[in-house]
Nanobody, 118 residues
Framework: QVQFVESGGGLVQTGGSLRISCVAS????????MGWYRQAPGKQREWVAT???????KYADSVKGRFAISRDNAKNTVYLAMNSLKVEDTAVYYC????????????WGQGTQVTVSS
């Protein structure tokens, strides 16, 4: 059964940086495109970034130029480096497999909370 464990979130001031991580198990990680998603209070979960199996990436317009997604297949881990953080980036961040139809797996991890203060 697939499992995702996200970590690395925290409280940071506007303009600050964080790097969050997600370790996947039970999935075909090296052959999956992976994505980061986030859910802010009172809002639906939204897609943030994707990295394909050969390292190509794509970002939501709201984070383009500020966030960078990467992966380490040897560690079954995907990362999200977040710079120039804004208050509106405050959310719980999750990872999952990515398909153009949406998240690949029904299972979600507990997420990692990122809070940006003004």
């Amino acid at each position: 059964q697939v499992q995702f464990v996200e970590s690395g979130g925290g409280l940071v001031q506007t303009g600050g940086s964080l790097r969050i991580s997600c370790v996947a198990s039970g999935s075909t990680f090296s052959s999956d495109a992976m994505g980061w998603y986030r859910q802010a209070p009172g809002k639906q979960r939204e897609w943030v970034a994707t990295i394909t199996t050969n390292g190509n990436y794509k970002y939501a317009d709201s984070v383009k130029g500020r966030f960078a997604i990467s992966r380490d297949n040897a560690k079954n881990t995907v990362y999200l480096a977040m710079n120039s953080l804004k208050v509106e980036d405050t959310a719980v961040y999750y990872c999952n497999g990515y398909t153009w139809l949406g998240p690949r797996y029904a299972t979600w991890g507990q997420g990692t909370q990122v809070t940006v203060s003004s």
